[in-house]
């Protein structure tokens, strides 16, 4: 909270918030673990109550933001159909911007080793 106040952003992407702010205009899937928070003066302009497991989709101006979340106890064949699922929707809609916690490690970027998922 006190980031959001002293940066002032439009928007956040929040994976596994720790709590719900029932007080802000805050979207999030089923589960609850992927969530996109307009923080700023400007309103969704469209929001989806996402019945998809892993990620939910909101539009601000004219992007559609999407915030996923992948927990690292999906099997490899549940994280490829998370994908796949991720991928179709966003076909649907331009410009897109995603972003979340895939729990996929890779040495790329910095993560100690690479796994299936990186």
Known sequence: ??????????LLIISEPYR????????????GKAVIWSCGEFP?????????????????????FYSCYAPSSLTFDEFTDFLDRL????????????????????????SKETNPRG
Do not use: C
Request: glycine share 6%; hydrophobic share 45%; no cysteine.
């Open 20 to 31: 719900r702010l029932s007080a802000q205009p805050w979207v999030s899937d089923y589960t």
């Open 87 to 110: 991928v179709k929707d966003a076909k649907e809609h331009f410009p897109v911007a995603i972003a979340g916690d895939f729990n996929a490690w890779a040495v790329d970027w910095g």
């Open 44 to 64: 969704f302009q469209d929001v989806v109550d996402s019945t998809e497991m892993g990620f939910v989709r909101a539009k601000l101006g004219n992007i559609h």
């Open 1 to 10: 909270m006190q980031t959001v106040r002293e940066l002032k952003p439009d």
